[in-house]
């Protein structure tokens, strides 16, 4: 025993604990300020500086600006983008709020495949609604007469953005309708108050926040994207798609940074009245709070059960036609089946795109969630300061910039000739790295819920038995958020597989990555090989997430001995 | 078991213009349990983190053993520490629970302080169980286990009965405190709990607002409270409001005889309900009558509430064992509240 004691005092005094730790958590948070301020802050400063004080001759400066506001062609699409983005904001929203409502509050059979056909959207571009939507209502479409006008136009624009929102806004009232307090219910019923009003004064007031949120980031989503409008706008041009052909197709880089700059508008605006309500709304929901679960109700069940097979029709018809027309052998003349639109390699670039895609996805999977959840427990779990707090700061920017300004911006700032960095441009690794700060700030809100969970002394009893912080972050931290990394990991996969908005300022004829295969194949004429490019892309999105949740919940089930510690 | 005696020097730590700690000065002897004791937000866990590192003091010193750690991190210091919530790992077993601070030891060495550790805390045969298959009475004491195991000279305890039912924790802190004398390491227990304070401590440190109030034993604590609010705080009792007459007291219309009769000229008298008597059969000092408003049986104790006659609308309270309770006629009673037992607070 004694020598025991003499053999753990000499080793607690030699370990030089102390300064890997400092080095671990300083090191890591200046590194990420390093990562943030080069990735997120400096293109947008880039791109602020070539709108205002740009080379007029390329559309920048004040008086281009000016110009530029004030004339008739911008008011004009202007008015386009936002009567479309409204548009889809109606129809989205409360089809998505009675579709969580389902979800959430009712006793409607078969959740789990209903919400997986839901999300069906998220796994390919936003091109693809577009695509499907042409082989159903185009000139040639099989259901051609229902719009005499031709889709082309605000109509298309409209469908196809709402069933590429459509997710997004579900997945944000999901969660605002995901917690109920089962007492308040129970306490309405025992006043005597109707199903109507228990919604009216319960449900609403709490899940009210969530439709504003999911409709400012529906309109978002809309303003700021060019891959719907660019398939079936026809001649209703939108601003979004004037930013991608003054940068892309002129050369006007101050005029693309303009409109980059006034597209920041409405995600700032939206952004910082949400988290102004977030705030009040905080603590809704107390911690003795009972879980509501719905009962049976045939009438109810039966109408939300409607809905829900409707909105699920229309996502599997536009997706199963955008998927047949791919399989086609030559629309609408020969309708007999083959593979012919997947002979992508007589296309330039065509099975590259595809491979660059994987690489794109998987570097960005990996790299980013790692570097995303180290970050998040260097920001959760150490000591507060300046550092951290400015880090917050940058990480939460990219939630409130969208793909295309990220995208002008990386334009702006590392094709800068005298940017040391400017190496990278035109590389798999810039696209890597922009797709990891675009899709940043969910992943590293995901990262910091499940650390937040975790008990805040785990760290102070790793320090007093003398444990390096990082080995405990390994042994401890890292097992128990396993299944939030992998969720991390399918998102950044997902997102960097689908993703146009950003890449398609970035990319050079060796980094072309799929979705921008689909847009360039589309452009070109050939809808099949966008279509089967786009069915390849949501194949390979799917069945990744798929398999992910197999190992996340294979995971959970080899935890389980320990997991039920959370019930404690 | 090598251990440490504790030295504070006005320990200082403000939150912004929240004064957590404000000049806290302690002595703790080797081998001395004592309990920092308080009502939630006194600054006893501030204390009990900054002697940890885990928070850094504005001001003052901290000596293990003459030793200076007040600006030594964590890791330098010499300590294993129980917290509220035991932070018990969950994704590893007991042993691995146990073995966590033990890595430099080498396996061999390792496994045996496990299996020794177990056995001290009476948990051999389940170190292969995670923490969530364990009560909390077994979790608190393998996060003992842990924070004993590298043997650290001085053990600090953050609220270690606070997650478990009252059932065991009288069981558990009798356990504890016979295992720490066995030990002989020097302890400090963070508690609000003035009964386990009472049953544990050698010493007790009385906080509120950031400064010790008193630091006695826990009868001196009881019986002699240095302020107003450690007499409130500890134990329940009565107060009147006084005005100095040279040995006695003017309580309203009545005048009451001191023991220790103090300089101020008023003040408040305190006295504890058990040291009040109710209808004595011996003649007493500061005898009065007054009216019985209520009483409650507690089970091993009757409590009456009363009013002095010539006191009207002051409720006071008296305690005694159920089977002292004096023959009753009526509402009208008899008290004395002996002078001895009146302590004089300015």
């Known amino acids: ?568 | 078991m090598a251990t440490v005696d504790l030295q504070l020097h006005a320990i200082h730590k403000g939150f912004g213009t929240f004064k957590a700690l404000d000049g806290v000065s302690l002595d703790v002897a080797a081998g001395e349990l004592v309990c920092l004791l308080g009502p939630s937000g006194c600054g006893k866990t501030t204390l009990l983190r900054c002697i940890a590192g885990l928070e850094r003091q504005d001001n003052g010193r901290i000596l293990f053993s003459g030793r200076d750690v007040s600006l030594l991190p964590p890791q330098a210091r010499d300590y294993g520490i129980l917290f509220q919530s035991y932070a018990l790992f969950p994704n590893l077993t007991v042993c691995q629970n146990i073995a966590y601070g033990l890595t430099a030891l080498g396996r061999e060495a390792s496994r045996n302080r496990v299996a020794e550790m177990l056995d001290l805390v009476g948990l051999t045969g389940s170190e292969h169980k995670y923490p969530a298959q364990l009560s909390g009475g077994q979790q608190q004491r393998v996060a003992l286990a842990r924070a004993l195991a590298p043997s650290p000279s001085l053990l600090l305890l953050d609220e270690p009965m606070s997650a478990l039912d009252a059932q065991v924790r009288e069981h558990l802190c009798i356990e504890l405190r016979s295992l720490q004398r066995q030990l002989g390491i020097t302890t400090l227990m963070v508690t609000h709990n003035q009964d386990e304070a009472m049953l544990m401590a050698d010493r007790i440190a009385v906080m509120n607002q950031g400064r010790v109030e008193q630091y006695a034993a826990p009868q001196a604590i009881y019986d002699a409270p240095a302020t107003p609010f450690v007499a409130e705080f500890v134990g329940q009792g009565n107060w009147l409001p006084y005005q100095r007459d040279g040995a006695h007291a003017r309580v309203g219309g009545l005048s009451l005889r001191l023991a220790k009769p103090g300089h101020s000229e008023q003040g408040r008298l305190f006295c504890r309900p058990e040291a009040v008597l109710v209808n004595p059969v011996s003649e007493q000092d500061n005898l009065f009558s007054a009216r019985m408003r209520d009483m409650t049986f507690l089970g091993n104790r009757c409590r009456l509430s009363f009013e002095l006659d010539d006191l009207p609308g002051h409720a006071l309270l008296a305690e005694m064992a159920p089977e002292a309770m004096p023959q009753l006629h009526g509402n009208q009673i008899r008290v004395a509240l002996p002078p001895h037992s009146l302590q004089v607070f300015a």
Request: proline share 5%; with cysteine; hydrophobic share 55%.
């Open chain 1, 1 to 568: 025993m004694e020598q025991v004691m003499a053999m753990i005092r000499g080793a607690a005094r030699q370990r030089p604990a102390d300064r890997a730790d400092r080095l671990f958590v300083q090191g890591g948070q200046w590194l990420m300020l390093a990562l943030l301020l080069l990735a997120v802050l400096l293109p947008l400063l880039a791109m602020l500086w070539r709108g205002i004080f740009g080379d007029p001759s390329q559309g920048g400066g004040l008086a281009a600006a000016a110009e530029l506001f004030g004339s008739a062609n911008f008011r004009w699409l202007l008015g386009n983008s936002l009567k479309s983005a409204l548009a889809v904001v109606l129809i989205v929203v409360p089809l998505a709020y009675g579709f969580a409502y389902a979800l959430q509050r009712t006793c409607v059979p078969g959740k789990g495949v209903l919400r997986g056909i839901s999300l069906l959207p998220l796994f390919a571009p936003s091109m693809l609604p577009g695509i499907a939507l042409i082989y159903l209502f185009g000139n040639q479409g099989v259901l051609r007469d229902i719009f005499p006008d031709s889709i082309y136009g605000f109509w298309g624009v409209v469908l196809g953005q709402a069933i590429y929102t459509f997710p997004h806004a579900l997945m944000v009232l999901l969660s605002a309708l995901a917690l109920a307090d089962a007492r308040l219910f129970d306490a309405a019923s025992s006043m005597g108050a109707s199903p109507w009003r228990a919604f009216r004064s319960i449900t609403w007031p709490g899940s009210r926040q969530g439709v504003f949120a999911a409709g400012c980031l529906v309109f978002t989503l809309c303003i700021t994207d060019f891959g719907v409008p660019v398939v079936v706008g026809g001649d209703y041009q939108v601003l979004a798609l004037e930013a991608y052909k003054a940068v892309l197709g002129q050369q006007q880089f101050g005029r693309g940074a303009l409109i980059g700059l006034f597209l920041l508008l409405p995600a700032l605006l939206s952004f910082t009245v949400d988290l102004w309500l977030r705030r009040r709304q905080r603590d809704a929901m107390g911690g003795r709070a009972q879980a509501y679960v719905a009962k049976p109700h045939r009438r109810r069940d039966g109408a939300f059960m409607l809905l829900v097979l409707s909105v699920c029709a229309v996502l599997l018809g536009v997706f199963g036609m955008a998927v047949y027309s791919s399989l086609v052998k030559f629309w609408p003349y020969d309708l007999s089946l083959s593979l012919h639109n997947y002979a992508f390699s007589e296309l330039p670039g065509g099975w590259l795109a595809y491979r660059n895609s994987l690489t794109l996805a998987i570097a960005s999977a990996v790299f980013g969630s790692a570097l995303i959840f180290t970050g998040s427990y260097l920001l959760e779990k150490t000591r507060q300061s300046p550092l951290t707090q400015t880090l917050r700061l940058l990480c939460f920017i990219p939630m409130a910039v969208p793909g295309l300004v990220l995208g002008l911006g990386y334009v702006f700032f590392f094709n800068l000739p005298n940017n040391p960095l400017n190496g990278l441009y035109g590389s798999l690794t810039l696209l890597v790295i922009c797709t990891v700060a675009h899709f940043l700030t969910t992943a590293q809100m995901t990262a910091a819920t499940a650390l937040r969970q975790l008990d805040s002394e785990f760290e102070a009893a790793a320090l007093s038995l003398k444990v390096p912080l990082f080995s405990h972050f390994l042994r401890v931290t890292l097992p128990m958020c396993l299944p939030a990394l992998l969720d991390i990991v399918r998102y950044l996969f997902v997102s960097a597989m689908t993703t146009v908005s950003a890449v398609i300022f970035l990319y050079s004829p060796d980094s072309l990555v799929a979705s921008v295969a689909v847009l360039n194949m589309d452009d070109a004429g050939n809808v099949g090989g966008a279509a089967a490019m786009s069915t390849l892309i949501l194949l390979t999105s799917a069945g990744v997430s798929l398999l992910l949740a197999g190992a996340s919940r294979g995971l959970l089930r080899r935890s389980q001995a320990w997991r039920g510690a959370a019930n404690h």
